[in-house]
Nanobody, 116 residues
């Protein structure tokens, strides 16, 4: 059974940084693509960043230059380093795992709140 567990969310002031982690189990992690998504209250969920099995990355325009996605296959973990955070980054952040462009498995999400 595939499980994804996020951690690292919290409350931070605007301009600050957070690093989210998503640990996976029950799957051949190194062969899968991973992604981070976010959903703010009253808004649709959006793809924030994705990383393929060969570490090709893709970012939403709103986070380019501020967020960095990375993966550690030895630890079955994907990270999202978030710098220069803005109040509009406030959302529940979730990770997903699956084929590139697909999101088969999901974590439960972690809250990120950026105060102004």
């Amino acid at each position: 059974q595939v499980q994804l567990v996020e951690s690292g969310g919290g409350l931070v002031q605007a301009g600050g940084s957070l690093r989210l982690s998503c640990a996976a189990s029950g799957t051949f992690f190194s062969f899968k693509a991973l992604a981070w998504h976010r959903q703010a209250p009253g808004k649709q969920r959006e793809l924030v960043a994705a990383i393929s099995s060969d570490s090709t990355t893709n970012y939403a325009d709103s986070v380019k230059g501020r967020f960095t996605i990375s993966r550690d296959n030895a630890k079955n973990t994907v990270y999202l380093q978030m710098n220069s955070l803005k109040p509009e980054d406030t959302a529940v952040y979730s990770c997903s795992l699956g084929p590139w462009g697909g999101h088969t498995y999901w974590g439960q999400g972690t809250q990120v709140t950026v105060s102004s």
